[in-house]
């Protein structure tokens, strides 16, 4: 069993940064591929960024390439989601996810085999 611990999140003005972190215990960490993901109020939950176990590929959403980055400390066990130049519809409850295949994370599966409770993330215009 793995439990993830997201923190970091707040309100910040648009055009701020926050930087998330995901701590994992449990199991061992590697080689989890490990994921963000993120609901806002009335919408689906959507992907967001995804790292693979070892830290050598990560993908992004559309939406969030070129602002944010996804990168891990498999010595802390722990992943963190830097969000730079936020927009007022980056505001959502952000949650982080593992999982044995990054594919499995990329493509939005809802049956990942680990979920965080979730950090605010709101953005002020």
């Known amino acids: 069993q793995v439990l993830l611990v997201e923190s970091g999140g707040g309100l910040v003005q648009a055009g701020g940064s926050l930087r998330l972190s995901c701590a994992a215990s449990g199991r061992t960490f590697m080689p989890l591929a490990m994921g963000w993901f993120r609901q806002a109020p009335g919408k689906e939950r959507e992907f967001v960024a995804v790292?693979?176990?070892?830290?050598?590929?990560?993908d992004y959403a559309d939406s969030v390439k070129g602002r944010f980055t996804i990168s891990r400390d498999n010595a802390k066990n722990t992943v963190y989601l830097q969000m730079n130049s936020l927009k007022p519809e980056d505001t959502a409850v952000y949650v982080c996810?593992?999982?044995?295949?990054?594919?499995?994370?990329?493509?939005?599966?809802?049956?990942?085999?680990?979920w965080g409770q979730g950090t605010q993330v709101t953005v002020s215009s």
């Open positions: 996810a593992a999982d044995q295949t990054a594919w499995r994370i990329r493509s939005g599966a809802g049956n990942l085999d680990y």
């Open positions: 790292i693979t176990g070892t830290g050598g590929s990560t």
